[in-house]
């Protein structure tokens, strides 16, 4: 939450996107009602990756380790 924040006072026209394996949990509706746009999708799966990565001006890279 604190970086959306953060994007969302210093740029308040951004659009902000994410890519979740988890695309339905509560995390991620939490993000939705901030306004992030939720795609589907896992760093193994190279489609997910061309439409999350379609059109973005910017990344913002947040993972876990391989496992956890």
């Given at each position: 939450g604190a970086t959306i924040d953060f994007l969302?006072?210093?740029h308040p026209d951004i659009r902000l996107r994410t890519l979740s394996r988890r695309a339905q949990d509560v995390a991620t509706e939490r993000l939705r009602s901030l306004g992030v746009e939720v795609l589907a999708?896992?760093?193994g799966d190279t489609a997910s990756l061309k439409r999350a990565l379609t059109g973005i001006d910017g990344l913002f890279l947040n993972t876990t380790f391989i496992g956890s």
């Open positions: 969302r006072t210093r999708g896992d760093y």
